[in-house]
């Protein structure tokens, strides 16, 4: 079977997201390298993939697809394996609430992480600009709130979805992995012992650890 | 509710009819199983978009009002079912489950029949266009959209405040973009995730229902003639008109 295709830059979160999925069911795939340096994410090539000239875009055979948690539920279903099955599709009760767990990641994490991500570390690594200190304060707020719903919840659960490791968890990674060199973000962790004991446990799985060694570090 | 069926079995035709062997069953349809119950206001555009799953299967079901004006949503009672304290929860049975988009996902699914199919899950293909179009919709729809409906309709009415009118600005810039990628896609195909209506279409409605009534909104969509033609579909829909006319009037 030709290999599937990423169209991802390096240091793209979303793009982080799709290579973790591909990593975690072991399915070949080509990175094709998109250089946002450069502008290349708006050329018409790309966009006839992504029409809103983001990354990532996926390419298997005929089929295009876009936006990364769909790419990610793609790929995860695809090449489920007995040993690997990170949406538990076969139960309506399971996968209902893998995908509670992930409307969380987007509609209430990423939306007051990602702000401090891009703040503290995109605009000025990338952008070379000033960070703006008040976003950063307003969405460590409202990130600790967040946090203190999974510690309560990890209480309870090992994994987000239930006590099985699932696409839930794992599409937190990408921004965290960045998001947890900042020290203001480590201390929210570091001061919700089940969150932080979850955080850990992503860390260490191998395809974490085989994606994070490839991920360039922003300075 | 219990129904009665008799089944006879080996009636033999005799002159008078004989009943060999009666065989009463009392079982219980399985339309007649505890109706699924919805905790949320009417006016909650994330509970519309769990209405509208639901009434597009035809599943039975109940909504059970949450008092947001007296903070109902942030009691221990409803906190336990939505940890977030938003609206909607959702519960069928032992499970309960919050996120408008996971509840819908889990309607669609398990109401799911052969002449309504909103997710087309057992195609990998199909299935994976709807789920493309459904991360549009809430990573680049509703970030444009949001927070334009909150300046014009939530700020001045429940927070008697002032819109900002630069977060207006910036945000209809954004959508009209948007809409340009719809106006593009809605050329190709006859809906967002193919010729197919499915979960996609249907989780833009709750809140253009709203925004499509601004001056401001109304004219991307009348610029756009394959998006205006997919907006007036999905509004002449059955399901979609009967919850619209339950949703309250913009003042």
Not at chain 2, 39 to 45: D, H, I, N, R
Not at chain 2, 61 to 72: F, H, K, N, S, W
Not at chain 2, 131 to 158: G, R, S
Not at chain 2, 224 to 232: D, E, G, I, S, T
């Amino acid at each position: 079977m030709a290999a599937v295709k990423v169209f991802c830059y390096a240091i793209s979160t979303a793009s982080i997201r799709v290579i973790l999925c591909l990593e975690e069911v072991g399915a070949e795939y080509e990175r094709v390298n998109i250089d946002m340096a450069t502008g290349e994410h708006k050329s018409p090539a790309h966009v006839a993939k992504n029409p809103f000239g983001q990354v990532p875009a996926f390419q298997d055979g005929d089929l295009v697809l876009f936006e990364s948690r769909a790419i990610g539920r793609y790929v995860l279903r695809k090449f489920k394996a007995s040993d690997v099955d990170l949406l538990h599709g076969s139960s309506l009760e399971e996968s209902a609430m893998v995908d509670v767990w992930l409307e969380v990641e987007a509609q209430q994490y990423d939306k007051a992480i990602f702000p401090i991500y891009y703040q503290a570390m995109i605009i000025p690594c990338f952008y070379g600009g000033t960070t703006d200190e008040k976003v950063v304060e307003e969405n460590l707020v409202k990130l600790a709130k967040v946090l203190d719903v999974y510690e309560a919840r990890l209480s309870q659960t090992k994994y987000l979805a239930g006590d099985f490791f699932s696409f839930a968890d794992l599409s937190h990674y990408p921004v965290t992995h960045f998001s947890i060199t900042i020290p203001q973000v480590a201390a929210l962790f570091d001061a919700r012992p089940h969150v932080k004991a979850w955080w850990e446990s992503l860390e260490s799985r191998p395809a974490s650890k085989k994606v994070a060694a490839k991920i360039p570090q922003l300075s | 509710m219990f129904t009665i069926h008799v089944y006879i079995k080996n009636i033999k035709s005799f002159p008078s009819l004989q009943l060999t062997f009666l065989e009463f069953q009392c079982v219980r349809k399985s339309s007649e199983m505890a109706a699924v119950k919805l905790f949320a206001p009417v006016m909650s555009t994330a509970a519309t978009r769990v209405v509208l799953c639901l009434e597009e299967v035809g599943a039975e079901y109940e909504r059970v009002d949450i008092d947001l004006a007296t903070g109902e949503h942030k009691s221990p009672a409803h906190l336990a079912r939505n940890p977030f304290g938003q609206v909607p929860a959702f519960q069928d049975g032992d499970l309960v489950l919050f996120e408008s988009r996971a509840i819908g996902r889990y309607v669609l699914r398990k109401f799911k029949s052969s002449d309504v199919d909103l997710l087309h899950g057992s195609s990998l293909e199909e299935s994976a266009m709807v789920n493309v179009w459904l991360e549009v919709e809430a990573q680049q729809y509703d970030k444009a959209i949001f927070p334009i409906f909150f300046q014009v309709m939530v700020i001045p009415n429940i927070f008697h405040g002032v819109s900002d009118e630069k977060v207006i600005g910036e945000n209809l810039e954004k959508l009209g973009r948007v809409l340009d990628v719809y106006e593009a896609r809605l050329s190709q195909t006859k809906y967002l995730a193919g010729d197919f209506f499915s979960f996609a279409d249907l989780s833009h409605y709750p809140i253009t229902h709203f925004a499509i009534k601004f001056p401001q909104v109304a004219p991307l969509f009348e610029a756009r003639p394959h998006v205006k033609a997919w907006w007036k579909s999905l509004e002449s829909r059955p399901a979609v008109k009967k919850v619209a006319a339950k949703l309250p009037q913009l003042s």
